[in-house]
């Protein structure tokens, strides 16, 4: 369990990055040259390298070196736990929101039957209260002056 948490927190944390997600989505096409997936981005290669270190570490990107040339390929399977953890969670909190929608629904229809008892024999409709009453003062007028 312990292991499965500390994957769960490495992905997370490599995905909490918009640049290391854009390199996942080019990454997600095929394999690419690290200088071809640093290609579209105003960072240098080395910040790009760094990067790579963190998906690597994370177990999301597998570095592979052909001569001089190093290779990068995306790893799917931390992504996949991390949609399988998230999709338990969709699914708790789903079930909380249709039963909330229910009590809702429940306690409206009571609030409009009690409304409807109450206002069952009158003809005329009251105007709407405002809350708190406005306060009336208890000096007495003043005469207009003359000019």
Partial sequence: MVNYQESLDATFGALADPTRRAILARLSSGDLRVTDVAEPFAVSLPAVTKHLDVLERAGLVVR???GRVR???LVASPLREAAEWIERYRRFWES???ALARYLGETANEEAEK???G???KDKKEEPRSWPPPKLS???PRKPRSR
Avoid: L, S
Wanted: with cysteine; charged share 60%.
């Fill in 64 to 66: 592979e070196k052909e």
């Fill in 119 to 121: 206002n069952e024999g």
């Fill in 71 to 73: 290779r990068c390929q």
């Fill in 96 to 98: 909380q929101f249709d």
């Fill in 138 to 140: 208890r000096r007495k």
């Fill in 115 to 117: 409304a409807d008892e």
